[in-house]
Nanobody, 126 residues
């Protein structure tokens, strides 16, 4: 069982930046398909960024060019750098991981793809 804890959310002005962190409860995490999702009330959870063990990344169109996902395998930590934030980025942000597969197989944005989820961190842009 892997526990994930997100942090780094908060309130920021339009055009500002935040960096979210997601720490996994393992010493090192060498194999994974990992994703960042966000959700607003009454809407489905939306996959916005994914990263695989080899460092390959994927992004949803609304965040391309503004968000960057990265990892520190030795620290079992994933990051989401968010720049040029807009009010439309306001949401609860979640990280998720499948530690049993080194590739996402094209399904990085599908929530059903993942085994473990964090509890989320709120991001508010105004």
């Amino acid at each position: 069982h892997v526990q994930l804890v997100e942090s780094g959310g908060g309130s920021v002005q339009v055009g500002g930046s935040l960096r979210l962190s997601c720490v996994a409860s393992v010493d090192t995490i060498g194999r994974y398909c990992m994703g960042w999702f966000r959700q607003i009330p009454d809407k489905e959870r939306e996959g916005i960024a994914g990263i695989e063990s080899d460092g390959s990344t994927s992004y949803a169109d609304p965040v391309k060019g503004r968000f960057t996902v990265s990892q520190d395998n030795a620290k079992s930590t994933f990051y989401l750098q968010m720049n040029s934030l807009t009010p439309e980025d306001t949401a609860m942000y979640y990280c998720a991981v499948d530690p049993f597969d080194s590739r996402c197989g094209g399904g990085w944005s599908r929530s059903i793809r993942y085994n473990y989820w964090g509890l989320g961190t709120q991001v508010t842009v105004s």
